[in-house]
């Protein structure tokens, strides 16, 4: 079975500037999807970013943009110059190409500092 | 606009009864999906169904059932099996290989 890990709890950033979620893991397939969901305290959930792993060229949407490491399994969330907007919880979640199932991660808040 | 909603907002339960939450979308999709989320933790589903008048448990089915008698809907019932149902509960759906899209939740607690 697929699982996500997402090692950090909690992240801070200062507003305007540039921080890194990370997110890892484990899987026997080798095509497959990944997600960064964001959930901001009115508890909708937001997707933020997708990456077919089938592709090299890392996913871009303006100020968000992930580090996907195949061979290791490590799929991160950057997030540029942050706003006070960005302040929420971020989940990893992984989709297998043959179902559409998703398995999440546990999580990471992020606090965006003024 | 599609979307999908989720009701009631808020729902409380008292001990040994059963609860329906609702979800209904409008987006056409074929697979429907309800989640848990408790603190500290990440999502958990709970059943997915593909098509209509088909669904399958996913990780923790116990004490949950569902129908899909209808594309539109995919109401989920908490039962009195269920010693711990207070938790967050989101519905998505989705169709094709599209990212799944979902409800704004319900929030279940015990009175």
């Known amino acids: 079975a697929q699982t996500v890990t997402q090692s950090q709890p909690e992240m801070s950033v200062q507003e305007a500037e540039t921080v890194t979620l990370s997110c890892t893991y484990d899987?026997?397939?080798?095509?497959?999807?990944l997600f960064w969901y964001k959930q901001p305290p009115s508890r909708q959930m937001i997707l933020v970013i997708r990456?077919?792993?089938?592709?090299?060229q890392n996913a871009t949407e303006n100020r968000f943009s992930v580090n996907f490491q195949k061979a290791a399994k490590s799929f991160s969330l950057k997030i540029s110059d942050s706003q006070l907007g960005d302040a929420a919880m971020y989940f990893c979640?992984?989709?297998?190409?043959?179902?559409?199932?998703?398995?999440f991660g546990a999580g990471t808040i992020l606090r965006v500092k003024s | 606009d599609g979307g999908i909603t989720q009701s009631p907002k808020y729902l409380f339960r008292k001990e040994g009864q059963n609860v329906t939450l609702s979800c209904e979308q409008n987006?056409?999709?074929?697979?429907m999906y309800w989640y848990r989320q408790d603190p500290g933790q990440g999502l958990r589903l709970i059943y997915y169904?593909?098509?209509?008048?088909?669904?399958q448990k996913g990780d923790i089915a116990e004490g949950y059932s569902v129908s899909r008698e209808k594309k539109e809907s995919f109401p989920l019932t908490v039962t009195s099996a269920q010693k711990n149902p207070t938790a967050f509960y989101l519905c998505?759906?989705?169709?094709?290989?599209?990212?799944?899209?979902f409800g704004d939740g319900t929030r279940l607690s015990i009175l």
């Open positions: 899987t026997s397939e080798s095509d497959y999807y």
């Open positions: 990456q077919e792993a089938y592709k090299q």
């Open positions: 987006l056409n999709h074929d697979a």
């Open positions: 998505a759906s989705t169709i094709g290989n599209q990212p799944q899209h």
């Open positions: 979640a992984y989709r297998s190409a043959w179902g559409n199932k998703l398995v």
């Open positions: 169904s593909q098509i209509v008048n088909d669904f």
